[in-house]
C-alpha cells in the first residue's frame, strides 16, 4: 500500500505562514508591553514606544528598492532570464541610500529629537540625541533588511520570509 501525500499549493502554505507570523509578533508585542513596563516604568516605556514608531519613518531607507526588485525577479523568472545583477545593482544603490540616511540622521537627529522626545528630557537626561540616533540607525537597517524579504517573496520562498519575520520578533 503507498501512502500519498497530501500535496498543499504554495501560495496556500505562503498565505498560511503568514498568517501564523502574524499571530506570533502579535502575541510577542502582548506579552512583551506587560514586560517592558514592570522594568522601564510608564515613562521608559513610553520613550520606547515612540522611539518604536520611527520604524515606520526609517523603513523609507530602501527607497523602494525592494519592491521595485521583486517586480524585476519575477519578471526575469517568467522569462527565465538571471536577475543576478538586479540584485548587485540593488545592493549598491542600498549602500548608498544608507549612507546618505545615516549622514541625514546624524545632522539632524539632535533638532528632531529635541522636538520629538521633549516631554522626556528630564527623564533622559541630555541623551535625546543619541537615543533618537541609534534608532534610527537599526530602524534603517531593518528597512534595507527588507529587501532581502522581497527577495524571497519574488523567489517564490514567501513562507521562509515569513519564518524569518516571526523568529526576528521571537527572538527580539
Known amino acids: 500500500m503507498k501512502v500519498q501525500l497530501l500535496k498543499i499549493p504554495s501560495h496556500l502554505i505562503v498565505a498560511g505562514s503568514s498568517w501564523l507570523s502574524k499571530i506570533i509578533i502579535a502575541g510577542v508585542q502582548l506579552a512583551s508591553i506587560s514586560y517592558l513596563i514592570s522594568i522601564l516604568g510608564e515613562e521608559k516605556y513610553a520613550i520606547f514606544s515612540l522611539l518604536t514608531g520611527l520604524l515606520v519613518w526609517c523603513s523609507a ?8 526588485l521583486q517586480n524585476y525577479i519575477s519578471e526575469c523568472r517568467a522569462k527565465n532570464k538571471s536577475y543576478d545583477a538586479y540584485i548587485k545593482s540593488a545592493l549598491h544603490l542600498s549602500f548608498i541610500a544608507i549612507i546618505f540616511f545615516i549622514a541625514l540622521f546624524y545632522i539632524f537627529s539632535g533638532v528632531i529629537s529635541a522636538k520629538y522626545l521633549s516631554s522626556f528630557h528630564e527623564v533622559l537626561q541630555d541623551k535625546t540625541r543619541m537615543l533618537f540616533f541609534t534608532s534610527c540607525l537599526v530602524f534603517s537597517s531593518i528597512g534595507i533588511g527588507a529587501i532581502a524579504y522581497k527577495i524571497l517573496f519574488a523567489e517564490l ?14 527572538i527580539g
Open 157 to 170: 520562498v514567501g513562507w521562509k520570509a515569513n519564518l524569518l519575520n516571526a523568529l526576528s520578533y521571537m
Open 61 to 68: 531607507v530602501d527607497f523602494g528598492i525592494g519592491t521595485g
